[in-house]
T-cell receptor, first 107, second 117 residues
Framework: GNSVTQMEGPVTLSEEAFLTINCTYT??????LFWYVQYPGEGLQLLLK?????DKGSNKGFEATYRKETTSFHLEKGSVQVSDSAVYFC??????FGAGTRLTVKP | EAGVTQSPTHLIKTRGQQVTLRCSPI?????VYWYQQALGLGLQFLLW???????NRGNFPPRFSGRQFPNYSSELNVNALELEDSALYLC????????????????FGPGTRLTVL
């Protein structure tokens, strides 16, 4: 069946460091892939998405590329800020969310 | 455009009681989803409603139930509350129902924090 495996963390970085959060999936067909972010005390909001192989989703300096050959959708950001501190969820569909990765960025 | 709204914001109940949580989707959205997010854990899928019908259900006991109304708003009911039901309950909506709607972008509400004592 469909599943998502996400690096669980927590991850602690210094400001301006490079971020990678790994996400791999198992799925039949050609699903859309999503990254959601949950800031402290809030609900989830969509960060970026990709709907087909080789698509790159991007938003707020974050990027993720839909890699069918490696079944991956890793989240990256070149220079994180304190305001990026949040929990990040990779999602394959409405029923398949990763476990979430808590990111803390220190000044 | 108003986002997904949920009520109440916070709720405190005791073991054995029953609770009803409410969700109003974004206007025009026909699918509503419910999730449980226990402290320190990820999202656990509870229920998916579309066009008034239950489309799918997560691995939760029958005391978790819900419904969707003709205006697409939804209720989540939890009977015989247990301590481990303490969690943030999130509702989300998406724009289209149908067979492939499980791959649609979701818009989440702020959640209802349920504490069971």
């Amino acid at each position: 069946g469909n599943s998502v495996t996400q690096m669980e963390g927590p991850v602690t970085l210094s400001e301006e460091a490079f971020l990678t959060i790994n996400c791999t999936y198992t799925a039949t067909g050609y699903p859309s892939l999503f990254w959601y972010v949950q800031y402290p005390g809030e609900g989830l909001q969509l960060l970026l998405k990709a709907t087909k192989a080789d698509d790159k989703g991007s938003n707020k300096g974050f990027e993720a590329t839909y890699r069918k050959e490696t079944t991956s959708f890793h989240l990256e950001k070149g220079s994180v800020q304190v305001s990026d501190s949040a929990v990040y969820f990779c999602a394959l569909s409405v029923m398949r969310f990763g476990a979430g990765t808590r990111l803390t960025v220190k000044p | 455009e108003a986002g997904v709204t949920q009520s109440p914001t916070h709720l405190i109940k005791t073991r054995g009681q029953q609770v009803t949580l409410r969700c109003s989707p974004i206007s025009g959205h026909t699918s509503v989803y419910w999730y449980q997010q226990a402290l320190g854990l990820g999202l656990q899928f509870l229920l998916w409603y579309d066009e008034g019908e239950e489309r799918n259900r997560g691995n939760f006991p029958p005391r978790f139930s819900g419904r969707q109304f003709p205006n697409y708003s939804s209720e989540l009911n939890v009977n015989a509350l247990e301590l481990e039901d303490s969690a943030l309950y999130l509702c989300a909506s998406s724009s289209t129902g149908g067979r492939f709607s499980s791959y649609n972008e979701q818009f989440f509400g702020p959640g209802t924090r349920l504490t069971v004592l």
